[in-house]
């Protein structure tokens, strides 16, 4: 018999896809728009479209979803260092 385990709830927004391009993105990568462009924007853009928008280069944006992640945002899920 098939068993669906839900996934530990988490407090984060649920995963999008981006006005421009329709390509799908993480839940972090929304809230990226939610943090450099509008904590009430409904238009949410992928790094790639943000970052034209932004003149940022898409591996600049996530390293920002990295440090604010470590920073403990609340718009972003938690991080958990798994190194140590
Ligand atoms: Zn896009």
Redesign the pocket.
């Known amino acids: 018999m098939e068993f669906y385990r839900k996934p530990v709830a988490v407090a984060r927004p649920a995963d999008e896809y981006?006005a421009?391009?329709?390509?799908p993105m993480t839940g972090d990568e929304a809230a990226l728009n939610y943090k450099l462009v509008d904590k009430k924007t409904t238009r949410l853009?992928?790094p790639?479209?943000l970052g034209k928008r932004l003149e940022l280069k898409p591996e600049t944006l996530r390293e920002m979803i990295t440090l604010f992640r470590k920073q403990g945002c609340t718009l972003f899920s938690p991080w958990v260092d798994i190194d140590t």
């Open positions: 981006c421009e391009c329709d390509a853009l992928c790639t479209c």
